[in-house]
């Protein structure tokens, strides 16, 4: 009897999660005998710590195909960070009982660094426990920080979105400088990485003319003469800053101290901390825009790149578990700039794990506000090809899973 | 000769008003002969204070049918309210001359109701001081807060982002909630009028579970009650919050008086402020995103219908003007609501002017956080359709103009 498989989503969701997920759904489906039923957990690991499993044969096909163009997380992601199990290995005993309990012998985790390496613990411990367990990871994100892997999926749709978006929001600001708005901030994620913030550069001539990238000390002086003279040239300034926008100090523009009138902390962000700035310093007409969920979600706009290799990444991760891998990871390996090729690749988790991958140094131009052709030559490819998906009555369909719960087998509950 | 004339835009910009400009070239050229040169003004009225005109014939064809899918203003717009010419006559007297001195027999003026307001007064003018001008205006504002006319140009393509948007983060936010964020705020634009945050009700199941609109006074105990409710019950809340919202005082909630740390006035945004107060009192993590430009310059999701009604009343405007109509402006007239029909029809500059429509009572719910079946009537047929910019290597292929300039004719320069 073939042993069943686990499938589980984590940490922030993405435009093309989902597209994975079909990707393993279909992919196991079409190996059917090689592998038994396919769970999904819910909301990610707690799902699989709870014992709230999804029995994903019930969902027909057509819901299935239907993930290909559905943004979010279908079966539930989470933020949930494991503990060492060399400190603590209640979860990961817990992980293998429940495992056990419904005969999981595949355990595919779908996600980002955290997560690799929450796979890699959980490989090891079966290992060492004597429980077989074919771990194959599965990388998404869209802070596009992990190593290795050429590029993760989700990043490219949401690189498309923020060149897209302050292409058409450089448009407006143009058509208004004379009399009105002359600077216009977009803050877009990436609290370490200066991905997000390094696709706006794809924009070009309708681009920011300048991006705020964590990997650069935020310097006041320099970002407003920088404004100045572009205003004075251009009659306007689009900028574009990262959301991880901090100074030589390491503080975070987001976390600039202000506080409201009752003495509360006020939540901040780097987008209107920086517009703010322009206002006092240069007295500037601003406006400012913060992305944050939308730019994730979009998958109306999604990279028909992005979407083909979350899918292709998702029915690698089922073939590698059927050829007996385990302990790694499918990765996108490039093999030509342009035209764009690529393929998949075979990583170990433990090369993936808990390393963040910043912008090198030479994707940044000299004076820190901008991107360099080596830059434009690496991220142009991601963005390329519309994915649309269908629409009625103006609005796109997105499918919404039954996600049948399978039957619980253990009389004991987890604690989280 | 025939007489020259002159085509301006006016006020904020959006994804549909250079569809409206495409369509005054192309109806002008097609009836050549009967009006002579048509020119724009650069940067709106203050391109005709200033004498500062563009040349439109010189431009291809291929460029002016590019307008139908470019957003922003081709020609630039401005914001610059002209004084009630009884107190001080001095800018209606200088357009007389400007258009005098290029034969300008025509002017189309293309905004919102300042705009219209305007339009009606230099017919007026002109008029009082026996100089021979039809006066078209031709309604756009992403605001939908014009009076007579059914719905305003460039409205629909922002109901299109906003329900769309709202939907693709409230999916995120759905697959988050276990372990992360519960609540989601997505402020959109709307100072007085809520038509924009209605949208948001489009969305339907996926769709904010609480808007919160200028018309509704804001009232933080029963929308902290409305939050906790539905977070207990969905385990989220996402909500639209529009940059209008204001207290029973009429104090906005942008302007909640928050300092930063050297004492200045900090910028505000419904938004974050909404979101923050959930946070400080409910304890809920949060997630909030400002639109901003990005919802009025998105014409990669406009709507079909939005573009195909900014077509006609440009063509419209041009139609009425050589049918020796003045002091008018084409409206829309919606014939039924399902299935869609509507078309043009001619309406007062003075009816149109300087009247705000707010969301009728009778669209707003029972309980002040949703719309009503009635308002759902409404606004479903404006967003339907899509129509897509063409792309190129990711992007959107967005025309930029030549904008030849006009041989100024006149010694006196203007000071604004």
């Given at each position: 009897m073939s042993k069943n498989a686990l499938y589980a989503q984590s940490g922030g969701v993405t435009a093309a999660i989902n597209v994975t997920a079909a990707a393993v759904v279909e992919t196991v489906r079409a190996h059917s005998g090689a592998i038994g039923a396919l769970y999904a957990a819910r909301h990610g690991i707690v799902g699989a710590l709870t014992e709230d499993l999804i029995d994903t044969s019930l969902e027909p096909a057509a819901n299935i195909a239907a993930l290909r163009h559905t943004p979010g997380g279908a079966f539930g992601s989470c933020r949930y960070k494991l503990p060492d199990p060399a400190q603590d290995d209640r979860h990961y005993r817990r992980l293998l009982?429940?495992?056990?309990?419904?005969?999981i012998g595949y355990f595919f985790y779908n996600g980002g660094g955290d997560s690799m390496d929450t796979a890699l613990k959980l490989w090891r411990y079966s290992q060492a426990h004597g429980y077989p367990l074919k771990v194959i990871g599965i990388p998404k994100t869209v802070d596009n920080d992990l190593p290795v892997t050429d590029c993760c999926p989700g990043f490219g749709s949401v690189?498309?979105?923020v060149a897209v978006s302050?292409?058409?929001a450089t448009r407006d600001l143009a058509a208004m400088a004379t009399t009105s708005t002359q600077v216009f901030v977009l803050e877009v994620m990436g609290r370490h990485a200066g991905w997000i913030a390094a696709a706006g550069g794809l924009a070009g001539e309708d681009g920011p003319q300048a991006i705020l990238f964590p990997e650069v000390a935020f310097d006041a002086g320099r970002f407003l003469a920088r404004v100045r003279d572009t205003v004075a040239r251009h009659g306007y300034c689009s900028v574009v800053a990262s959301e991880g926008v901090r100074d030589a100090d390491g503080h975070f523009l987001a976390e600039a101290g202000t506080v409201d009138a009752f003495g509360h902390h006020q939540l901040g962000g780097a987008g209107p901390a920086v517009a703010q700035l322009v206002t006092q310093q240069l007295g500037f007409k601003t406006h400012w825009a913060v992305a944050d969920y939308l730019q994730r979600s979009a998958r109306h706009l999604a990279s028909a790149v992005d979407i083909e290799q979350a899918y292709a990444i998702g029915r690698a991760a089922v073939e590698m578990?059927?050829?007996?891998?385990?302990?790694?990871?499918?990765?996108?390996?490039?093999l030509a700039d342009q035209p764009y090729r690529w393929d998949i690749a075979s990583a170990s988790l433990a090369a993936l794990a808990n390393q963040e991958r910043l912008l090198p140094a030479e994707f940044i131009g000299d004076d820190g506000?901008?991107?360099?052709d080596a830059c434009r030559r690496y991220l142009a490819p991601l963005i390329v090809g519309e994915a649309y998906p269908p629409y009625a009555d103006g609005l796109p369909q997105y499918v919404r899973l039954a996600n049948a719960p399978v039957v619980?087998?253990?009389?004991?509950d987890f604690k989280l």
């Open positions: 009982e429940v495992f056990d309990a419904h005969d690189a498309k979105y302050i292409r058409e578990a059927l050829a007996g891998d385990s302990g790694v990871a499918p990765v996108i390996r490039r506000f901008g991107i360099t619980r087998r253990l009389a004991t």
